[in-house]
């Protein structure tokens, strides 16, 4: 076991490395989420070194620091597998109420043992470990396990599997974290020792490794996987279909000036599926689902802005009558489409 630790530690490196160059290469919420994975998984890996070495006797303070991580694996690769799956989902603070569960066992039951020094929680670990830590030791490989048990009932429910390479890799992304879920279950219950997870942090970090070089070395992966999906689907006369009814929902201003506003919602009302008609929009519109919406919502701030009668509005009262949620959204959507900002706008009306 003691070569996979160096394993361990040089993919530590790797992991930092990767994680940083999704992050700052292409800065899309599919490769935000899986630097995010990899940085958290990373911090467990050395966790595990520091933990089953002496250094944490020299070091003691940091025990127990990095154990309630686990709990934000699912959710950050949850995260990754829907914005992969549906490149227009935009962040939403709901999402975060993934992390309610991590948030509540550190509270619980992490900061009560924090009110002691290092030393002291080594020596409460070691005389209450299971009675106190193997329940807890539960709690965090069933959450890991549940985020692997939904992804793969989505793959199946959905048959993303069929959806050629971007289902491919979704599929085995999420089956090869559930097996190594399962992996940590097993060692949990039946390990003789910490030392034996050398194993598991071996086989998960290769594979998690492996996806984040990947998408680090292709940044537009998974764009090109997705339009290639969709055009192998969708027929011309489909296409024609799509574009009319998009064409006759511009008129429809009051359906876009909706903030909540998302490509499901538009697809539902067009009676299309999601696919497709973000297909026609980067395709025939050469444009995105956001960028659609955007530019109707514009030209209606337009008509506020060319109207003297509503001189009165401020330009934020403006941004949410056209459907921004807030100012520096409209503003950027503004300049894009009109060249000039909405206050510069109305000031040169006339």
């Known amino acids: 076991m003691d070569i996979l630790r160096y394993f361990i530690f040089f993919y530590c490196f790797l992991g930092v490395f ?26 467990e890996q050395l966790d595990f070194l520091y933990t089953t070495s002496e250094i944490v006797h020299v070091y003691p303070k940091y025990f127990l620091i990095i154990y309630p991580v686990c709990l934000l694996f699912g959710p950050s690769l949850w995260l990754h597998f829907r914005y992969v799956k549906n490149p227009e989902l ?23 043992l924090f009110k002691h020094g290092g030393a002291e929680r080594i020596q409460f670990a070691r005389d209450n470990f299971m ?12 959450h ?14 959905d048959k993303i599997y069929r959806n ?11 089956i090869i974290y559930l097996l190594t879920a399962v992996l940590q279950q097993y060692l949990t219950m039946f390990a003789d020792s910490y030392r034996q997870f050398a194993l598991y942090f071996f086989l998960a970090s290769s594979i998690v490794l492996i996806a984040g070089f990947v998408l680090y070395a292709y940044p537009n992966l998974l764009q090109q996987l997705h339009q290639k999906y969709f055009s192998s689907t969708l027929n011309s006369e489909d296409r024609a279909r799509i574009r009319s009814k998009l064409h006759n929902a511009q008129s429809n201003t009051g359906l876009f000036l909706n903030s909540k506003l998302n490509l499901n919602q538009l697809s539902e009302t067009l009676d299309e599926r999601p696919q497709y008609v973000s297909q026609v929009l980067s395709e025939d519109f050469s444009t995105s689902f956001s960028g659609f919406v955007n530019k109707i919502r514009v030209d209606h701030a337009c008509s506020i802005l060319c ?8 330009i ?3 941004a949410f009558e056209s459907g921004f949620n807030n100012n520096v959204t409209f503003n950027k959507a503004f300049v894009k489409f009109k060249g000039i900002t909405p206050g510069k706008f109305r000031k040169e009306r006339n």
């Open 18 to 43: 990767t994680a940083g160059g999704l992050f700052f290469k292409t800065r899309s919420p599919a490769n935000i989420t899986l630097a995010i994975f990899i940085i958290l998984f990373t911090l």
């Open 90 to 112: 935009q962040f939403k603070y709901i999402h975060l109420l993934h992390a309610i569960p991590f948030l509540l066992f550190v509270i619980i039951f992490m900061l009560p």
């Open 131 to 142: 009675d106190h830590f193997m329940p807890l030791n539960y709690i965090r490989t069933s």
């Open 144 to 157: 890991v396990s549940f985020y692997g048990l939904l992804m793969v009932f989505v793959i199946v429910r």
């Open 164 to 174: 050629n390479k971007q289902g491919i890799y979704l599929s085995i992304i999420a």
């Open 307 to 314: 109207d003297p009668t509503k001189d009165e509005l401020k």
């Open 316 to 318: 934020l009262a403006v």
